[in-house]
């Protein structure tokens, strides 16, 4: 048996029904969820500590904060994304990259 998944009809994808793929793909979306909302909240707690102001690091860290609390939103709603191992490393990489620089945007941008 197969299901399908769609959102404002369009399919976005179809699944096997086996417990096993259906249990690997929640672990992936509920994972890339914790993921999501632990940049969002390193972003949100960043302190200057006496750093200067910059108008264009507080405009991407809300636009990342905005971006990433999408996929935490979406699950909340039950609109459970299909999420792959490349999307998962790649929110991994961020992740890291995010609590490096202390929730510091700019920080990622100095060479």
Not at 39 to 56: D, E, N, P, S, Y
Not at 75 to 97: E, H, K, P, Q, S
Not at 106 to 111: A, D, I, T
Request: proline share 3%; glycine share 6%.
């Amino acid at each position: 048996m197969m299901s399908t998944f769609a959102f404002s009809d369009t399919i976005i994808t179809t699944l096997p029904d086996s417990p096993a793929s259906l249990f690997i793909t929640h672990t992936f979306a509920i994972f890339n969820v914790l993921l999501c909302l632990s940049i969002v909240w390193r972003l949100f707690t960043f302190q200057r500590k006496g750093a200067r102001h910059r108008l264009a690091g507080g405009v991407v860290a809300m636009l990342l904060m905005v971006f990433y609390m999408w996929t935490p939103f979406q699950f909340v709603l039950g609109r459970v994304a299909i999420v792959d191992w490349a999307t998962v490393g790649i929110n991994c990489i961020v992740f890291i990259a995010i609590f490096r620089a202390r929730g510091n945007v700019m920080q990622l941008f100095k060479s």
